[in-house]
Each structure stands twice: as C-alpha cells, then as structure tokens.
C-alpha cells in the first residue's frame, strides 16, 4: 500500500544491508504499472532503497549516492503516488551521475540524462525525506549531491548552490 501520511514520508531513510531482496520484492509487488518508480519509504520502510521504471525495465537502487551532476537543470511535470492528483513543475539537474551498491563491498556507477536523471533525482529525494511540493519554492531543501555533515544533509545554499 502507497503510503501518504505525511509524517512518514519526512523520515530521513537509513542504509540498509545488501542485497535487500525483502524490500526490493515488496517494491515491486507495490508499483503500479503506469509509475516511474517507488521509494522504500513510499510503502513505509525507512531505507535507502528505491526501484525505477526505465523504459519498461526495473532498476534497483541501493543505498544509492549522487556523486557529480551538471549545473544545467531541466524543468518537467512531476506527480508523485503518495500526493495523488497534484502535479508540480520541477527543476531538476540534466546529468548525474550515481552510484548504488552492487554487492557487499562493491557499486556500480551510472550517468543518467535528461528524463533518467529526473526520475532518478525524485526517488532519491524521498530518501531524505523530501517531496516534489518541497522543490516549487526555492526553501533550505537538501542539496541534491547528498552530501552529510554531522550526519545530516547540507542545505543546498551551502552547498552546491553558493
């Protein structure tokens, strides 16, 4: 069931154990056929996981990292399955690039372009508690890149967006 309780979907997701095949069959029994992907959270487990739709292939995101992305944003329709029948007008990085974990010790890493990226950076967002409403005005959000200090996220304003 898609979660919509708003003081679930704020919860700062952990890192989880791989390969998290509990999670990831739960995910994928929850996403409905029409979705661009699902966040652990989404069906109220705080963990750094997240499937996504790429062209009728699921890709699964573990504890997933965004290590570099370009200063060139686009600007797209988002909906969100935990804010039924809102849309907002998101601007988003063009290109990241990602890592997730692969195995115990291992991770791959991606670029993503253009409609990937976007997706990507959705998921992503509602691991740190955030949601598309978050990203029309311009607030103290987390940056994109993920990075921590003191184990909670840098603000975007002190961070890549000086």
Known sequence: MIVTDQKILRKMSTETDWPAIEILEK????I???A???AAIQIGIPARVFI???KDELIEWINPIIE???MDKIESEEGCLSIPNKKVFVKRHKEITVSTQASETAKNRYVLLDE???IFQHEFDHLNGKLIVDRVAKRNEPC???KLKNGKPIKYKNCCGQ
Do not use: I, M
């Open 27 to 30: 995910l994928k029994k929850e």
């Open 68 to 70: 570099e992305f370009s």
């Open 116 to 118: 990937e990226a976007v």
């Open 52 to 54: 996504t739709r790429f």
């Open 32 to 34: 409905p056929v029409d």
């Open 144 to 146: 994109p890149c993920g």
């Open 36 to 38: 661009s992907g699902l």
